[in-house]
């Protein structure tokens, strides 16, 4: 079971470092989302293993830790916070500058500042 959720994890975590490598920002926020649910995933599976026992559990049920849920449930809800976060930037960079791929957006920005120095110059 533990190799299953290994695998698995790795899979999300790569799938996630790839999109994050994109060029264009819709991408890269899909593969933060993805790294930051590779991580929840990675921190549950280390809390299945017999750490001990707890106070009411009857003899041979598998045990599971609740610290490491507990930073599960955080991981979940500063993940969302993150992604909200980023699909707000993104949409503001394709209101500000029509374009979500990065190569357009320094070119963009290139000709902003460009016609700044213009206006500062005259």
Known sequence: MILIASLVVGLLFACGVRM??????VRVACGTVLITNSSVLLILAGSFPVRGEALSVQKGW???DPVLQSLALTAI???FAVSA????LVHRTQRAHGSLRTDRLVEAEL???????KEEGH
């Open 20 to 25: 994050v490598l994109e060029r264009e920002l």
């Open 62 to 64: 598998p045990v599971t």
């Open 77 to 79: 809800v500063i993940g």
């Open 85 to 88: 976060l980023l699909l707000t």
């Open 111 to 117: 000709k902003r500042v460009h016609a700044v120095e």
